[in-house]
Nanobody, 122 residues
Framework: QVQVVGSGGGLMQPGGSTRLSCQAS????????MGWYRQVPGKLRDLVAWIASDGHTYYADAVKGRFTISGDFVGRSANLEMTNLKPEDTTTYYCYIDVSRADNVAIQVRYWGQGTQVTVSS
């Protein structure tokens, strides 16, 4: 019933910019947050950024000042604007949404979009 589709990314040069998008659809009682993780070889995924329904945002230290997350909690979509890209940003990015299934924020589940590849290389 709930589907999350990630898009964007590709190949760009260091210092370049791109945008990742995430679109959710289906039956959602309450959409609480949206964000992105990125794959770290040999480790669990690292959180990149998130935005909550009240507008509060979080950014990992590695992307602060370079990435900007925005969310449309009515249209159920999010964008991650990525600027001043570095080779270290090269990896697979996964968007997610956190939703409540009942009238209780503690009762929630995370849905994931498909991975989107970002490659930063000269």
């Amino acid at each position: 019933q709930v589907q999350v589709v990630g898009s964007g990314g590709g190949l760009m040069q260091p210092g370049g910019s791109t945008r990742l998008s995430c679109q959710a659809s289906g039956t959602i009682f309450r959409l609480n947050a949206m964000g992105w993780y990125r794959q770290v070889p040999g480790k669990l995924r690292d959180l990149v950024a998130w935005i909550a329904s009240d507008g509060h945002t979080y950014y990992a230290d590695a992307v602060k000042g370079r990435f900007t997350i925005s969310g449309d909690f009515v249209g159920r979509s999010a964008n991650l604007e990525m600027t001043n890209l570095k080779p270290e940003d090269t990896t697979t990015y996964y968007c997610y949404i956190d939703v409540s299934r009942a009238d209780n924020v503690a009762i929630q589940v995370r849905y994931w979009g498909q991975g989107t590849q970002v490659t930063v290389s000269s």
